[in-house]
């Protein structure tokens, strides 16, 4: 099972077209139970925070993950947050790891052949599209999350190589 929990219902869309066997709107349904009944109380085996949103979601993956699971906080908090529940990860023995920056070298060349291959279709996730003249509205609409932009591309144009 891969189960995706997010308040917005065009992301949760998506991520069925990328692999998403459940989801849960967190707008509508508490998350937790949602999650309690998918796994037979159990909880997951693995929980991803790719948000990093400075509410509660750290905490929220806490309370998901089953006794002896593991956590990626891959999403960057954007300051310190202080109320972590801390011994409730220590109660359920979790194993937790950080990320932010993947290992350009060996990680970009991965990545750029799955796309190439065919193996991960990135363009669903690209939603708005922006010459370079408009590269301001196009950092606008995404800071904003105008018009439900997910990933929003410039292109640049090809030198001239005469």
């Known amino acids: 099972e891969i189960i995706v929990i997010d308040k917005i219902e065009s ?4 991520s069925r077209q990328h692999g998403a066997t459940q989801v849960i709107c967190s ?10 009944t998918i796994t037979h ?8 925070e790719a948000v990093g949103h400075k509410d509660h979601t750290m905490n929220l993956c806490i309370e998901l993950s089953r006794l002896g699971g593991e956590i990626l906080f891959f999403g960057v908090p954007p300051l310190r947050i202080h109320d972590i529940a801390w011994y409730e990860a ?6 937790i790891y950080t990320s ?5 070298e060996r990680d970009f060349p991965l990545a750029m052949r799955w796309i190439g291959e065919g193996r991960i279709n990135v363009a669903s996730l690209i939603t708005h599209r922006f010459k370079l003249a ?3 509205k196009a950092f606008e609409v995404f800071r904003d999350r105008e018009e439900g932009a997910l990933k929003v ?3 640049f144009p090809a030198a001239d190589k005469r």
Not at 27 to 36: L, R, S, T
Not at 43 to 48: A, K, Q, R
Not at 90 to 95: G, I, M, Q, S
């Open 11 to 14: 992301r949760l869309r998506l």
């Open 27 to 36: 707008a509508k349904e508490d998350p937790i139970e949602a999650v309690k």
């Open 41 to 48: 109380g159990k909880g997951p085996d693995i929980v991803i």
């Open 90 to 95: 220590f109660r359920k023995n979790l194993t």
């Open 100 to 104: 932010v920056n993947p290992d350009f």
């Open 134 to 136: 408009e590269i301001q």
């Open 153 to 155: 591309n410039v292109d």
